[in-house]
C-alpha cells in the first residue's frame, strides 16, 4: 500500500519527556497533531506531556501536521500511531464519503477531548435586518445569498454544503461559482465584513481572535439552529448539539444553539493492546496536567474523556482502550433491546 511521505508533514517534533532521548527501553509511538503553533498543536503536546508523566515505558514523538483529513489516511495506512482527529472526520473516513475518496479502515479510538468548535452561521447585522434574519431556517426566504465556506479540500466545506442542502436552498448549477465561494477563515471574515460574502458557514473555535477584531468593524449576528435542523446535521456528519454562549463574542446577547464535532484521540487499530492500555491509563491519571495545557482543555473530565465509547458514531474503541475503561467501570452499560 502506498503511504505519504511523513517527511513532507513534518514540521516539529517533540518528546514527551526529558531526557530529549528517550530510555532505552521505552516505546516510542508517533503522535500527529495539527500545525505548528495551533491550537492541535498544543494539544498535541500536552499529550506526550501528560502520558509520558505517567508512563515512564512510554513516548510520544509529536509530529505536526496539515489538518485531521491527513492525519486519518496517514493512521490508516500506518505512517503513524496515533493522532487528533474529529469526530465528524472518522465517520467520513469510516464511510468513505467526502473529503475521503474511499473507506478507511484501521481506525481506532482512545479518547474524547472535547474541544468542539462550534459551527457559527454569521451575517453582517445590516444584511440581517435587511432580510428579516434570525436563524438559518431564514435564509431558505432570502433570495441569491452568497454563501462563504471553508477551503474545498476538508469535511468543514462539506458541512457548509450539507447545511444549505438541509434547507433546501437549491443553487444552479450556472451561480455556484459566484454564489459558494470556498476560502479560510481569515479570508472569508475579511469578504464577510466588506459584503462580498452574505453568510458565513464555519467551525470555529469559541472566542477566536479573528471574529472578534472582524467584529470591531462591522456589526454581525450569530445566526440560530432549530432542534430538527440540529439533529439532522448531528446524524448526517457525527456532529453534536452545541451552543455559542451568550457573551462568547460581543455581538452574542443569547446562547444560540448550532452543532460542533469534538476532538478524538485516534489509535492505529494494529497498535499494541498493552501499549495503548498503558497510555490510556497515564491520559486518565494525568487528567490535571493535560487540562493545564490549554484554557479550552480547563473543563475536561473523565466522564468526558470516556464518553467516546458511548458514541455510536465513532469508530470502535482500541481493544487497549476498552480493557482500561473496563477495569474502570467506564464503559457505558449495553442498552436493552425491545423484542419485536
Known amino acids: 500500500m502506498h503511504r505519504l511521505r511523513l517527511a513532507s508533514l513534518?514540521?516539529?517534533?517533540?518528546?514527551?519527556?526529558?531526557?530529549?532521548?528517550?530510555?532505552?527501553?521505552?516505546?516510542?509511538?508517533?503522535?500527529?497533531?495539527?500545525?505548528?503553533?495551533?491550537?492541535?498543536?498544543?494539544?498535541?503536546?500536552?499529550?506526550?506531556?501528560?502520558?509520558?508523566?505517567?508512563?515512564?515505558?512510554?513516548?510520544?514523538?509529536?509530529?505536526?501536521?496539515?489538518?485531521?483529513?491527513?492525519?486519518?489516511?496517514?493512521?490508516?495506512?500506518?505512517?503513524?500511531?496515533?493522532?487528533?482527529?474529529?469526530?465528524?472526520?472518522?465517520?467520513?473516513a469510516r464511510d468513505g464519503t467526502p473529503p475521503f475518496e474511499a473507506p478507511l479502515d484501521g481506525l481506532t479510538a482512545i479518547a474524547s477531548l472535547d474541544m468542539a468548535a462550534p459551527l457559527h452561521l454569521l451575517v453582517r447585522r445590516s444584511t440581517a435586518e435587511a432580510q428579516d434574519l434570525t436563524s438559518a431556517a431564514d435564509l431558505a426566504e432570502a433570495p441569491n445569498l452568497i454563501f462563504g465556506m471553508m477551503p474545498r479540500d476538508g469535511l468543514s466545506a462539506e458541512i457548509g454544503l450539507g447545511l444549505i442542502e438541509e434547507l433546501g436552498i437549491e443553487i444552479p448549477a450556472d451561480q455556484q461559482q459566484r454564489r459558494l465561494v470556498f476560502?479560510?477563515?481569515?479570508?472569508?471574515?475579511?469578504?464577510?465584513?466588506?459584503?462580498?460574502?452574505?453568510?458565513?458557514?464555519?467551525?470555529?473555535?469559541?472566542?477566536?481572535?479573528?471574529?472578534?477584531?472582524?467584529?470591531?468593524?462591522?456589526?454581525?449576528?450569530?445566526?440560530?439552529?432549530?432542534?430538527?435542523?440540529?439533529?439532522?446535521?448531528?446524524?448526517?456528519?457525527?456532529?453534536?448539539?452545541?451552543?455559542?454562549?451568550?457573551n462568547a463574542y460581543d455581538f452574542v446577547t443569547t446562547p444560540t444553539r448550532t452543532v460542533a464535532s469534538d476532538l478524538i484521540l485516534a489509535a492505529r487499530a494494529g497498535s499494541d493492546a498493552q501499549q495503548i492500555e498503558a497510555l490510556t491509563r497515564s491520559l486518565f491519571e494525568n487528567l490535571d496536567q493535560l487540562r493545564s495545557v490549554h484554557p479550552r482543555l480547563s473543563g475536561l473530565s473523565v466522564q468526558q474523556l470516556a464518553s467516546v465509547a458511548a458514541a455510536g458514531q465513532a469508530p470502535p474503541l482500541h481493544p487497549g482502550a476498552e480493557v482500561f475503561l473496563a477495569a474502570e467501570n467506564l464503559l457505558p452499560e449495553p442498552q436493552e433491546t425491545t423484542p419485536q
Open 183 to 246: 476560502a479560510g477563515l481569515r479570508s472569508q471574515l475579511t469578504r464577510l465584513r466588506l459584503g462580498d460574502i452574505d453568510v458565513l458557514i464555519a467551525p470555529i473555535q469559541l472566542g477566536h481572535a479573528a471574529v472578534t477584531e472582524a467584529a470591531e468593524r462591522q456589526a454581525f449576528v450569530a445566526l440560530d439552529l432549530d432542534e430538527a435542523l440540529r439533529e439532522t446535521l448531528a446524524s448526517r456528519f457525527a456532529l453534536v448539539p452545541s451552543t455559542i454562549p451568550a
Open 10 to 92: 513534518v514540521v516539529a517534533i517533540a518528546l514527551a519527556t526529558p531526557p530529549a532521548i528517550a530510555p532505552a527501553s521505552a516505546e516510542i509511538l508517533t503522535l500527529a497533531g495539527g500545525r505548528e503553533g495551533g491550537l492541535w498543536s498544543r494539544i498535541g503536546l500536552g499529550l506526550a506531556q501528560a502520558v509520558g508523566s505517567g508512563s515512564p515505558d512510554i513516548t510520544l514523538a509529536y509530529i505536526a501536521s496539515q489538518d485531521g483529513v491527513t492525519n486519518a489516511k496517514l493512521l490508516s495506512q500506518g505512517g503513524i500511531d496515533l493522532a487528533l482527529v474529529q469526530r465528524s472526520e472518522l465517520a467520513a
